[in-house]
């Protein structure tokens, strides 16, 4: 097996970036709600106005095969930054070989490495082999808090009252 590298994304990854968005939404059942452009995605990571999202492409040899998308938000109880991953993927052929976890592990490093306070995800509640890996790793749910999401019409409605 070919040797699995991490390294920071760049604006050629973009098209493979958004592949990987797709793969991910097949694989959660919603891929008729991806809407991002290649475009969208190189103003997001790469453009002049990107607000701090950062992603890492994670290599078999030479061939790309999975992808992490971060930012950071801040706790005012810890006084410090988190490092919140939005995204992570591992194409199927290539899970179990060890790619997700390399890319957890850089995602640790860099937290470490920038003096964050906690290191962050969500994970659905069906997806019970990511549950089972993340839990493999240490990582325990938080059950006290649920997430709430405001967009579209909810969206609008309140920003223009």
């Not at 493979?16 to 694989?27: D, K």
């Not at 959660?28 to 992603?55: P, Q």
């Not at 640790?108 to 994970?123: G, L, Y």
């Not at 082999?129 to 309140?158: N, V």
């Amino acid at each position: 097996m070919a040797e699995i590298t991490i390294r920071p994304a760049t604006p050629e990854d973009t098209g493979q970036i958004l592949a990987f968005v797709r793969g991910l939404a097949e694989y959660e059942n919603a891929l008729h709600e991806v809407v991002a452009s290649e475009a969208d995605i190189a103003t997001a990571l790469f453009g002049d106005k990107s607000r701090g999202v950062e992603a890492l492409i994670c290599l078999q040899g030479t061939a790309p095969v999975g992808f992490a998308l971060y930012f950071f938000s801040f706790s005012t109880w810890t006084g410090r930054h988190s490092l919140f991953l939005e995204d992570l993927y591992v194409a199927p052929e290539h899970r179990g070989s060890g790619a997700g976890k390399a890319l957890l592990k850089a995602l640790a490093k860099e937290a470490v490495a920038r003096n964050c306070a906690r290191f962050e995800w969500n994970v659905l509640d069906w997806n019970e082999p990511a549950i089972r890996f993340y839990e493999s790793l240490g990582a325990r749910p938080q059950r006290e808090w649920i997430g709430y999401r405001l967009s579209g019409d909810a969206l609008q409605a309140l920003a223009s009252d």
